[in-house]
């Protein structure tokens, strides 16, 4: 009984393959001008105003819509969703439990993970987004439900934009396997 | 507790038993990073291919897959004649029937393995083998019978919806090679052999 329990810790599969070098430099690529457009307009245009557009968590959407893009993780069903999604959890939690921000961040992270899965949007950036939507302090607290149209909304789809266009203008590569 | 893992997983068809290196190649051919481990594509692969075979077999009936134009004797049939209209057809079997065209009884090569005295194993090549071990033919302690002296009765019938799985079971189980399909009156509409099934099987996975 413990024996086989244990025993599960071992391990029982092997990983996938390695891309080819093709791959990752179209995964490059989507990441280099996804982020980059982000990051330009927040840097660039949003500077000094307060709003901003670059979160932690599109860096992680990074690795899954440049550079895992047939999975279901991937579809703009699953970006998209999943951030807004999380976004209004954080903030809920926040307006809720602050300032037992223990608490809060806790809750947010594992609520999300649930009401992404229970309504197939399942995206692991979310987590991060939820998060961030709690323990930033006041520079993200003081937007409210403003966050989850700006910086993570607009943020989502400027990223979405570029992969449709750089994705697709691989020879290999096709995105998204499905919208909706 | 048992180790799964340690345990080869069975294949859905004896013979087709895909290997992770096979899924490893598969996964490479195909651009882009595909979010899943070999052993869970294998496990996928696995359980869909056991229902595609079931969903099949459970699709088709013996009314699709059976012999229509089927060669009958009669009860009264010499045993001679019947094995005569089994070598012209080339069929290993033929039913049964009453001048009602009611099945009373299958007869197959193993029928008459058995009465002429072919030891275990009954195949045709102990009979080669007795036959060239006396002199004259071994058949002739028959040659005054009747079918209905040597069939199998009452015979083996399933109705003309039963699913093809239904049959493949009933024919291991019963360890025979056909089965005739009769209507409710019990009348005789057809015969499945394996070989019907197997076809049929073959031609619908086929893409």
């Known amino acids: ?180 | 507790m048992l180790d799964t893992r340690d345990k080869p997983v069975p294949a859905p068809t004896p013979g087709i038993e895909i290997k992770e290196a096979d899924i490893l190649e598969a996964m490479r051919a195909i651009p882009g990073y595909l979010d899943i481990t070999p052993g869970d594509f294998k496990e996928v692969y696995r359980l869909a291919f056991q229902h595609a075979l079931e969903r099949l077999s459970r699709e088709i009936t013996a009314a699709e897959i059976m012999t229509t134009d089927v060669v009958t004797v009669a009860p009264d049939t010499p045993v001679a004649e019947v094995a005569a209209a089994m070598g012209r057809r080339g069929v290993s079997g033929v039913p049964v029937v009453d001048a009602g065209q009611k099945v009373v009884g299958v007869i197959s090569e193993k029928d008459f393995l058995t009465r002429m005295g072919v030891k275990e194993p009954m195949n045709f090549m102990t009979l080669v083998a007795n036959c060239l071990m006396t002199k004259g033919c071994v058949a002739l302690p028959i040659k005054a019978t009747l079918a209905t002296d040597i069939m199998n009765t009452p015979a083996v019938t399933v109705p003309p919806d039963t699913p093809v799985k239904d049959i493949a079971a009933l024919l291991t189980q019963s360890g025979i090679n056909r089965v005739a399909v009769t209507g409710p009156d019990g009348r005789l509409l057809g015969l499945v052999s394996r070989g019907d099934i197997i076809r049929a099987t073959m031609g619908r996975a086929a893409p």
Do not use: C
């Open chain 1, 1 to 180: 009984m413990m024996g086989a329990y244990f025993r599960k810790m071992a391990g029982s599969n092997q990983s996938p393959p390695r891309v080819s070098l093709e791959e990752i430099f179209w995964s490059w690529l989507g990441a280099f001008l996804g982020i980059g457009a982000v990051a330009y307009m927040n840097y660039g245009w949003l500077d000094g105003t307060g709003l901003f557009l670059l979160i932690g968590s599109l860096g992680a959407s990074a690795v899954l819509i440049y550079g895992a893009i047939k999975s279901p993780l991937a579809q703009p069903r699953n970006f998209l969703g999943g951030h807004v999604i999380s976004a209004l959890i954080g903030v809920t939690a926040f307006k809720l439990l602050a300032p037992h921000l223990w608490l809060a961040a806790t809750l947010a992270v594992a609520v999300s993970i649930a009401v992404m899965h229970a309504t197939k949007t399942l995206h692991p950036p979310g987590g991060a987004t939820a998060l961030i939507a709690v323990i930033s302090g006041p520079q993200v607290t003081s937007l409210g439900y403003f966050y989850v149209l700006m910086p993570v909304a607009a943020g989502a789809l400027v990223m979405l934009a570029v992969a449709l266009i750089v994705n697709n203008l691989a020879p290999r590569r096709r995105y998204p396997e499905f919208w909706w």
